[in-house]
């Protein structure tokens, strides 16, 4: 069993589109002087069953399904909730909690704050290069979370994006950011790759090299 109580930071466990995206937004974000601070990357099913543990009994983890020894072992009702899925994105590898960090005192601080200017400073430019912010959602907000959701692993595809990357996709190759992947899409993305000479993946589609070529033109 991995470490459960320990959230893992490593960027290159991500899926390898997302990465791409973060690695754009982090520099993105230090350029306009905010230091974020990424908290968790990767996280382990069995890392998601602890969290899901925290804030309940017992009872009320066996019967989302967990193991009765797991939950013995890190129900703890007394906690407050962390988490309201078993199935969270960053299981998937596709999902990242990135928070500003500053000097407050003489001392760096982690800011967990929704409010505070730098965190709003994150949210915009993470959802600039094609992130969903936790921080949209009308219930259960988490604003330290930023989403990639689709069925995709290597390229994005009409198929295999969400809006979020479509407008990101679409802002970058200066057309109209409807968050709709459809003809005029495909053939943006296919002028882009032919005059930058991309033949590594199908017609219409994005992979990796392509990906980070074009989000980078939004910095
Ligand atoms: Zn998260």
């Given at each position: 069993m991995s470490n459960v109580?320990?959230?893992?930071?490593?960027?290159?466990?991500?899926?390898i589109l997302v990465r791409i995206?973060?690695?754009?937004?982090?520099?993105?974000?230090?350029?306009?002087?905010?230091?974020?601070?990424?908290?968790e990357t990767y996280r382990p099913l069995d890392r998601q069953h602890y969290l899901y543990c925290q804030g309940r009994t017992i009872a009320e983890c066996t019967?989302?399904?967990i193991g009765s020894v797991f939950a013995k072992a890190y129900s703890n009702p007394k906690a407050g909730k962390v988490t309201w899925t078993l199935?969270?994105?960053h299981i998937q590898r596709k999902a990242v909690d990135v928070i500003p960090q500053r000097l407050v005192k003489g001392k760096?601080?982690?800011?967990y704050n929704t409010k505070d200017p730098q965190t709003q400073i994150i949210i915009k430019t993470m959802q600039k290069y094609g992130f969903e912010p936790g921080a949209n959602w009308t219930t259960t907000p988490d604003s330290p979370h930023f989403q990639v959701k689709g069925d995709f692993s290597a390229v994005f595809d009409s198929k295999h994006?969400?809006?979020?990357?479509?407008?990101?996709?679409?802002?970058?190759?200066?057309?109209?950011?409807?968050?709709?992947?459809g003809n005029g899409t495909i053939a943006a993305v296919n002028a882009f790759r032919s005059s930058r000479k991309y033949s590594d993946v199908t017609s219409g589609s994005l992979?990796?090299?392509?990906l980070k070529a074009l989000l980078g033109k939004l910095a």
């Amino acid at each position: 069993m991995s470490n459960v109580t320990v959230s893992c930071r490593d960027a290159t466990e991500l899926n390898i589109l997302v990465r791409i995206m973060l690695e754009l937004a982090l520099a993105d974000i230090r350029k306009q002087g905010v230091n974020p601070l990424v908290t968790e990357t990767y996280r382990p099913l069995d890392r998601q069953h602890y969290l899901y543990c925290q804030g309940r009994t017992i009872a009320e983890c066996t019967t989302k399904g967990i193991g009765s020894v797991f939950a013995k072992a890190y129900s703890n009702p007394k906690a407050g909730k962390v988490t309201w899925t078993l199935d969270s994105i960053h299981i998937q590898r596709k999902a990242v909690d990135v928070i500003p960090q500053r000097l407050v005192k003489g001392k760096m601080t982690a800011i967990y704050n929704t409010k505070d200017p730098q965190t709003q400073i994150i949210i915009k430019t993470m959802q600039k290069y094609g992130f969903e912010p936790g921080a949209n959602w009308t219930t259960t907000p988490d604003s330290p979370h930023f989403q990639v959701k689709g069925d995709f692993s290597a390229v994005f595809d009409s198929k295999h994006t969400t809006t979020y990357v479509t407008k990101a996709i679409q802002s970058a190759l200066g057309i109209k950011a409807d968050g709709l992947w459809g003809n005029g899409t495909i053939a943006a993305v296919n002028a882009f790759r032919s005059s930058r000479k991309y033949s590594d993946v199908t017609s219409g589609s994005l992979g990796s090299t392509a990906l980070k070529a074009l989000l980078g033109k939004l910095a």
